[in-house]
């Protein structure tokens, strides 16, 4: 037990004799943390809501929460007993605790850089779904985004595959175009640009079914990066605006962060500069107030690349060490990269 909850225990054990009242006592910290959690995540806007927890039933009330910055503090404060929860939560027969505590902390992990403790505890949750397979399906896809940011693609795609057909099974039509989206970000980074197309237009047809505005217009991003890397700039220019047009009526900082930056991207690829580097600043800014470091840092690193290739070398090592400076306590594979590009251009 992690030394937070045994020394919570031990002062239980001071104050009450009665196993069954230590017992309960631990149950209400467990009901904390789960209610809390939950109301944490809210605020990061995950794609794929968990869904609300009972209410306890020994009368806890979880935290409240402010905004993004408020639960991104409070996840960090926490996340020691929050991984241990996840590790215990099972063995005293709460494995909808040990799951949902882990879906809950996707969002931070994934803004956060810590990709390896991210698919443990999605691993940990995982094996406590039992036969539940909407449970084993949320966990699945968490799985692959972990596998993703780790480079780990092939495995990554076996999760995604694994979890669209729990979801089509179950006729969760937003959460199987959750998956077909995200099939297709792996198809990008693999260079199968069709593919990546004909996967998002099959997840946008799902999310307009649904009514799913945001999902459609993640899956239009998508569609829109794989038209630059084919060339079609005009095409791609346009689906980048229309994309945030839509995430800007939505609130979402991720949306506009990451459409932001492949506007810019774009942008550098027609050699329009003072665009291309206006745009990237304002997707820093964005991931910057969204404290998503490992964003900010895949940003600065498309810059410091962009000054290398035209022969800037002191600009891109100046992009690159911010890059670096942003996911300092991180387990990020980028930042290995980063160093070998620093080291190459000395």
């Known amino acids: 037990m992690h030394d937070l909850l045994r020394a919570y225990a031990v002062e239980l054990g001071e104050e009450h004799d009665d196993a069954a009242e230590r017992d309960a006592a631990i149950e209400r910290v467990y009901d904390y943390y789960q209610l809390s959690a939950y109301a944490a995540h809210l605020p990061l806007q995950p794609q794929v809501p968990l869904p609300e927890p009972k209410p306890s039933e020994h ?6 929460f402010v905004g993004r910055a408020d639960a991104m503090a409070w996840f960090a404060a926490e996340q020691r007993v929050l991984t ?6 099972k063995e005293r027969g709460r494995p909808g605790t040990a799951w949902q505590i882990a879906l809950a902390l996707q969002n931070f992990f994934q803004d956060t850089g810590q990709f390896r403790q991210w698919a443990a505890t999605m691993a940990t949750g995982l094996a406590a779904t039992g036969d539940d397979p909407a449970a084993q399906a949320l966990l699945h896809r968490s799985l692959a985004g ?3 940011f780790l480079a780990d693609l092939d495995r990554g795609l076996s999760h995604l595959q694994h979890a669209r057909a729990l979801f089509e099974r179950l006729g969760r039509r937003n959460e199987q175009g959750h998956a077909e989206n995200n099939i297709a970000e792996i198809r990008l980074d693999q260079r199968r640009y069709h593919e990546a197309i004909r996967h998002a237009e099959a997840a946008r047809a799902l999310f307009r079914a649904e009514g799913n505005v945001r999902g459609a217009t993640n899956a239009l991003l998508v569609i829109a990066r794989a038209q630059g890397w084919l060339g079609r700039h005009v095409e791609a220019l346009g689906m980048f605006v229309e994309a945030r047009r839509q995430f800007e009526a939505l ?10 930056a492949w506007l810019a991207h774009t942008y550098s690829m ?3 500069v003072p665009h291309a580097m ?7 800014d964005i991931f910057r107030d969204a404290r998503a470091t490992h964003h900010t840092a895949e940003v600065l690193v498309s810059i410091g690349d962009f000054h290398s290739a035209n022969g800037d070398p002191t ?4 992009a690159w060490s911010e890059a670096l400076a942003e996911l300092d306590g991180t387990d990020s ?3 290995r990269r980063i160093r070998d590009r620093l080291l190459w251009h000395r």
């Open 59 to 64: 009368g806890v009330t979880g935290r409240g």
């Open 84 to 89: 241990t929860i996840v590790a215990r939560a």
């Open 146 to 148: 972990a596998c993703y």
């Open 251 to 260: 609130g979402d900082l991720h949306g506009m962060g990451t459409t932001q």
């Open 270 to 272: 027609i050699d329009d």
């Open 278 to 284: 206006a745009t990237w600043q304002q997707a820093i």
């Open 315 to 318: 600009l891109a090592g100046q």
């Open 333 to 335: 594979p980028m930042a």
